[in-house]
């Protein structure tokens, strides 16, 4: 007895074992995995997905079930991303080709951001969100603030305003290591839950 | 050099009529120029991006609807220089041959 999940593939309705569900979740990340940072990569993705369709609705009767031998039949069929795409990039040149090969392979490039943190503000955080940002310390950020008007730049209020209403809360972990231009990578998230916890229980 | 040619071959195939991506990977596979399907797509999104080809959605009796492929006119203009240089190198190619 094998447990079947209802799948929807290119807006065919199918029925698919779980280990075969698992085997085209594999190669559909795959795709993913490839075709994300190149061009007009989701199109491609979706023709792939179209075709894949196609052809299971070809091969399996009407309610049938879409097997482990099936799915690897059509997964031959469409073939590896690298084997369909390393011969398109002979093309633009192997050099550009190598530099994104090895660019994929390192982990994502801190990309640092701009937010409000919450999790230690007087009004809205931005102080404390642009210090992170800015790598300052809050509190000169904060005496800074306060200080403006006194030297004649009575626009920080305005300005504070308008950036406590634009700019956006880190709510998320995600958004937290972003403020702090942390990788946003599993182990870190996990980092950070440890010591929101630790911070909780400290706190009883 | 292989892609070159099979980029041809898509767009020779589509001067004839317009098709769906399934019609023209049956074409290429009947002639063995393609291993894996998986290789048409970046190519036709490419021909698509640089305004060789264009698409429509068509209406099919079996399923969702498909994307059918056309030659734009920059698309037959390219074709035209294509069967140009192609010529030309079967004679240059067959040139050498007899050489040797």
Redesign the interface.
Known sequence: MKKTISIHIAGRAFFIEEEAYENLQAYQQKLENWFRKRESGAEIIEDIEARMSELFAAQTPANGVITADKVREVIETMGQPEDFSEAEEEKAGDTEGARESTSSQLPLRIRKRFFRNIDDKVFGGVCSGLAAYLNMNTLLVRIIFVLLPFFSVGAVFPVYLVLWLVVPAARTTAQKLEMRGENVTVSNIERMIREQYEKVRAKF | M???VLEYCILSLLSKADAY??DI?AELKSVQMI?????L??????LK?DELLSYRWEESS???P??YYALTDKGSAFLQELDQSWSQLVVSVAKIQQKN
């Open positions: 292989r892609k070159g991506a399934s990977i291993v894996v399907e998986g290789t797509y970046p190519l036709l999104t490419r991006n079996q399923g969702p498909r994307k």
